[in-house]
């Protein structure tokens, strides 16, 4: 070994003793069976298990992510729970939402129950990750043209963010977005982030929730802190990768 290498050597191992670690703490919320904890031991690094017992409460992880040590709060999804949700925000520096994109009967209740999140977390400028998940069950038409779809793989992220530059933006125009009455013939569309933006009320180009009003005046919240939309389907790993790359860019 060169005397250099030799010095380089050395140099690593001491330096090290002086990088410290950043650490997250994370809460990962959704409606029952949306994917929270499959997602949680994906990020941790496990492999995909297709049962996993039903979370009850709060389900602590910690591991290490990159140079990050993550603390992540696995907090239960049914009704009963969903008041533990808020009590974690104080506590967190990232909160990851995780939809079952796939379960039509449940999509108006976490698209609403994600606003309200939205609405507790935006002063406080929390970080927030929306995962529309499982995508893999949702099948796509027979021939996507005659839907007017285009045959490419559509972006699969959005980013209200630093981390995203507004160039990719350039053709996202949230008014001229459809909104979709939902039903099983069209359910494949909130594969698209545009049309899942439009479905949520987060026009990701102008940091703007509209929110849904019984009223003809809908209620219109500027978005404070960052926020990333992406679809995914953790059984088969499809933007997992992506996510993280997010997550440890805090």
Same mark, same amino acid.
């Given at each position: ?8 050597? %050395?140099?690593?191992?001491?330096? =090290? ?10 809460? *990962? !919320?959704? #409606?029952? +069976? ?64 995780? %939809?079952?994109?796939?379960?039509? =009967? ?10 309200? *999140? !939205?609405? #507790?977390? +935006? ?85 703007? #929730? ?41």
């Amino acid at each position: 070994m060169g005397l250099r290498a030799w010095w380089g050597a %050395i140099w690593f191992r001491v330096s =090290s003793f002086f990088i410290f670690p950043k650490e997250l703490s994370i809460a *990962v !919320i959704g #409606l029952q +069976n949306s994917g929270k904890t499959t997602f949680t031991n994906l990020l941790g690094g496990k492999s995909f298990e297709a049962d996993t017992i039903p979370t009850l409460g709060i389900q602590i992880n910690r591991f290490s992510l990159g140079n990050s040590l993550l603390n992540v709060y696995d907090l239960a999804g049914q009704t009963r729970f969903q008041p533990l949700w808020e009590r974690c925000f104080d506590k967190v520096d990232l909160i990851i939402y995780m %939809i079952d994109l796939s379960d039509l =009967s449940c999509l108006a209740d976490a698209f609403s129950k994600l606003r309200q *999140v !939205i609405r #507790l977390s +935006n002063t406080d400028r929390i970080p927030l990750v929306i995962i529309g998940n499982k995508i893999d069950l949702i099948k796509d038409p027979i021939d996507p043209m005659a839907h007017g779809e285009a045959t490419e793989k559509p972006q699969a992220n959005f980013s209200l963010s630093k981390y995203i530059p507004d160039s990719m933006l350039t053709n996202y125009n949230f008014d001229d977005i459809e909104t979709l009455k939902l039903d099983n013939s069209n359910l494949y569309r909130l594969k698209r982030i545009d049309i899942l933006s439009k479905q949520i009320g987060i026009d990701v180009k102008n940091h703007i #929730l509209h929110v849904p009003s019984s009223t003809s005046d809908k209620e219109h919240i500027s978005l404070n802190a960052d926020i990333a939309i992406f679809t995914s389907s953790c059984k088969n790993g499809d933007y997992i990768d992506e996510i993280t790359s997010w997550i440890t860019q805090l």
